[in-house]
């Protein structure tokens, strides 16, 4: 026997949590029920909320505790660069603009004027001293002091086309690419100053390479190789001009200033030139690994009307948080697991029952898991026939947090929705709806986001408890799921059904049930019908069994 350390009951069989390690009885094991520090203390590595109430839960998703993983920089929330996942061009700019004015104010100290060596051999990379590595990399967040355009240009090209990037390849890669671009793109321009001079072409070396260029048309290579038919759209200009058009523009200027040294001086062509180049070659490299959208519009709006405008709507990860916790500021990848908690409260109280059928859009939705990336698959039938495919890749914001799972892979499947042209009557998931802590599963996270008829099918019973035993039940069978003390509703309210799809005549096998919930919009029982309808003589119902099918494609075609 021990106490619950909460209300002091005796209990058999206690629940000690793994991150407070205090004792509690089965109505305070889990963490918000205990106010465990973990809520708010991202301290665990194992998971904050790792107290073994949710084993059942898939782990695909699980962090590896690996020596790499244990000298990698803590990128994730609550760590020490938790801030920069996802704003990485920010940050960016942001340096640019503080170095342009340390490079003011160094130039007060005396020896250290603007363009006096001094100056130079901490901002330049000067083709007199490439040797001075510092200034590999300083010179790519230093700008010309006398030419604000300079500094502006390259910010503008950044801020739009950088976030597009950073959300394609990931926060860590896109910081390599940009460094990387910007200090090889400088040395290309220090080179060509002495292959100039060389060969007679030039009389100087010139004063070396300065900014951001070579960087910024980097990440214009990347969106040209992965997308080239991007419609951008520069306000007031009111003409769709394809991605490619402008990057054209860009490799055939610096060509000609390349090969007429003198002509258009004071630009560093060499480094342009090198810079797109290096962005084509690895958006090449890349391309494909993503599903992206097919215009950008620069000076106000969205990206315009969509089939599914809905979905476009909630693409953003900023809203699909904001869209639980009530706070339109609120980014997930910087909440605290308290106020997911909340969130999900407030999502159950918000989700609706329904009844009758929906129409005959079913859209069956799947996941799967490589590396950092969350692939999502969609897969649509209308009356049992498949009529598209949608697929997107996203990298996961926050770690594996068992009950909170939809926060970690709900931004791929909105962005997958984003690139369905249909509108679904049924959206189907593999994974719970009201059978879950809060009644706030994936499915009836995304239902109520997308405001969509939603349900969940899962293999494994996450919470509840079936009013009879669901061992050796025979085909078409259901027992129902009725609320307990781990759930936020009162004890015995129906939250979802056990249903034997289909069974062996053999007694010496035998297939277990599968779980159904409703999601958003759908009753429970109408919820379990609907499923039942749909799995065609197979344990899970057909559009998550083509999504899963579908999923495991798109993982491949991401590994090669």
């Not at 001094?118 to 002091?145: D, G, K, Q």
């Not at 980097?218 to 009111?238: E, H, M, N, Q, Y």
């Not at 007429?260 to 958006?283: D, Q, R």
Request: glycine residues 12%; neutral net charge.
């Amino acid at each position: 026997m021990a106490t619950c350390d909460v209300c002091g009951k005796s209990e058999n069989m206690p629940y000690q949590c793994r991150h407070c390690g205090a004792t509690h009885c089965a109505e305070h094991r889990l963490p918000e029920n205990h106010d465990c520090p973990g809520l708010d203390n991202w301290g665990d590595p194992g998971g904050v909320f790792d107290s073994g109430f949710d084993d059942s839960v898939d782990n695909r998703g699980r962090e590896s505790s690996s020596v790499i993983d244990r000298v990698r920089p803590d990128t994730k929330p609550g760590g020490v660069l938790g801030y920069f996942r996802g704003n990485v061009t920010y940050v960016l700019l942001a340096l640019m603009w503080i170095t342009f004015l340390l490079e003011f104010l160094v130039g007060f100290i005396p020896g250290f004027g603007i363009g006096s060596p001094n100056w130079n051999a901490i901002f330049v990379l000067s083709p007199r001293h490439p040797e001075y590595v510092w200034t590999w990399f300083t010179s790519i967040f230093a700008h010309s002091p006398n030419i604000f355009f300079h500094i502006v240009g390259n910010s503008i090209v950044i801020f739009f086309f950088g976030r597009f990037v950073e959300q394609y390849l990931g926060s860590r890669r896109f910081a390599a690419l940009f460094l990387a671009s910007g200090a090889i793109a400088g040395l290309a321009q220090i080179g060509l100053a002495h292959l100039q001079v060389a060969l007679g072409m030039s009389n100087a070396l010139g004063v070396g390479a300065l900014g951001a260029s070579g960087a910024a048309l980097a990440i214009l290579g990347v969106v040209t190789a992965v997308k080239p038919d991007l419609s951008v759209f520069i306000i007031p200009i009111p003409i769709p001009i394809p991605v490619w058009v402008i990057t054209a523009f860009f490799v055939g200027l610096s060509v000609f200033g390349v090969l007429t040294p003198g002509l258009l001086g004071g630009i560093a062509h060499a480094a342009h030139l090198i810079g797109v180049l290096i962005g084509l070659a690895y958006g090449n490299h890349v391309k494909g690994r993503r599903q992206i959208p097919g215009r950008l519009q620069f000076g106000g709006g969205g990206r315009g009307p969509g089939a599914y405008s809905r979905s476009r709507r909630f693409a953003s990860s900023a809203y699909w948080s904001a869209s639980l916790v009530g706070s339109g500021s609120l980014y997930p990848a910087q909440s605290r697991d308290s106020d997911r908690v909340t969130g999900q409260r407030r999502l159950g109280d918000t989700a609706k029952d329904g009844d009758g059928d929906p129409g005959p859009v079913v859209v069956g939705v799947d996941q799967a898991f490589l590396d950092d990336l969350a692939v999502s698959a969609l897969v649509a039938l209308r009356d049992g026939t498949v009529t598209e495919r949608a697929t997107a890749a996203v990298e996961t914001e926050i770690p594996y947090v068992p009950g909170l799972l939809s926060f970690r892979e709900g931004g791929s499947i909105l962005a997958a929705f984003a690139e369905l042209s249909v509108d679904p009557d049924l959206v189907v998931f593999d994974g719970s709806g009201r059978i879950h802590f809060r009644q706030a599963g994936l499915a009836t996270h995304v239902g109520v986001t997308l405001d969509v008829p939603s349900v969940g099918v899962a293999k494994n019973l996450l919470c509840g408890r079936p009013r009879e035993s669901t061992e050796g039940l025979p085909a078409g069978a259901r027992v129902v799921i009725e609320a307990d003390a781990d759930v936020t509703a009162p004890a015995g309210t129906v939250i979802g059904y056990a249903l034997q799809t289909r069974q062996f005549d053999s007694p010496n096998r035998h297939v277990n049930p599968v779980y159904v919930s409703p999601g958003h919009r759908v009753g429970a029982a109408t919820a379990t019908d609907l499923v039942e309808r749909l799995c065609a003589g197979y344990k899970l119902p057909e559009p998550t069994r083509l999504a899963d099918q579908y999923a495991d494609e798109a993982k491949r075609r991401l590994r090669e």
